[in-house]
């Protein structure tokens, strides 16, 4: 069963400060895609990341597929009470998991003023 | 477009009865998802639809469950008869196209309790 591993599972920092989580797998994934959750609604889709290497901002957010397509990482610039949600990475591995994606458990950020 | 349309978007019932959740996708997209999620075990796929034939039914807990895709604009996901472990969100979500690196629109969820 391939798996997505997000670090941390909860984070808690204050406004303006900077922050990193990561999603890691030992499995090989052809695109790979980050979602935002905020409570009482669904996942939002922020990115797709498809090409080792490949870097891809959203405004304060910076999004990084690993070189070997395994991994992944989301940094958050001056963070702001806005980027408050849940935080999820899912893989797309090539159609091997029938066609749909993995997602990872996510990471619970809070932001306070 | 109105995004994917759920109902209800709460539902309180009791054990042993039957419960079922809809599902709007948007118009144009094969793929239909049907997720439930839960802190301890995060989004668990149950079924997915292409085309509105059902594709991967494994992560259906067991056959209280069941789903159907009459057409491409409407889904159903039923639980008969519900228990109190069934409590959690479920959430609908449609694709272009599955296994392609489309991202997935999800719907606003139905929040379940069964007491």
């Known amino acids: 069963t391939q798996l997505l591993e997000q670090s941390p599972q909860f984070l808690s920092i204050q406004e303006g400060e900077n922050l990193t989580v990561y999603c890691n797998s030992s499995?090989?994934?052809?695109?790979l895609q980050w979602y935002r959750q905020e409570p009482g609604e669904g996942p939002v889709l922020l990115v797709t990341?498809?090409?080792?290497?490949e870097v891809k901002k959203l405004k304060r957010l910076t999004f990084q597929f690993g070189d070997a397509r395994k991994d992944s990482s989301l940094h958050i610039t001056a963070a702001q009470p806005g980027d408050t949600g849940l935080y999820l990475c899912?893989?797309?591995?090539?159609?091997?998991?029938?066609?749909?994606?993995?997602f990872g458990k996510g990471t619970k950020l809070s932001v306070k003023p | 477009d109105a995004g994917v349309i759920q109902s209800p978007r709460h539902e309180v019932t009791e054990m042993g009865q039957e419960v079922t959740l809809r599902c709007k996708p948007i118009?144009?997209?094969?793929?239909l998802f049907w997720y439930r999620q839960t802190m301890m075990r995060g989004l668990e796929l149950l079924i997915y639809?292409?085309?509105?034939?059902?594709?991967?039914d494994s992560g259906m807990p067991e056959d209280r469950f069941s789903a159907k895709m009459p057409n491409a604009s409407f889904s159903t996901l039923k639980i008969q008869p519900s228990e109190p472990r069934d409590s959690a969100v479920y959430f609908c979500?449609?694709?272009?196209?599955?296994?392609?690196?489309?991202?997935?629109?999800f719907g606003s969820g139905t929040r379940l309790t069964v007491v």
């Open positions: 979500a449609s694709s272009l196209s599955a296994g392609t690196g489309h991202g997935y629109t």
């Open positions: 499995s090989v994934f052809s695109s």
């Open positions: 990341v498809v090409t080792g290497g």
């Open positions: 899912a893989g797309d591995d090539y159609g091997g998991s029938q066609g749909n994606l993995i």
């Open positions: 118009s144009g997209h094969n793929s």
């Open positions: 639809f292409n085309n509105n034939v059902p594709i991967d």
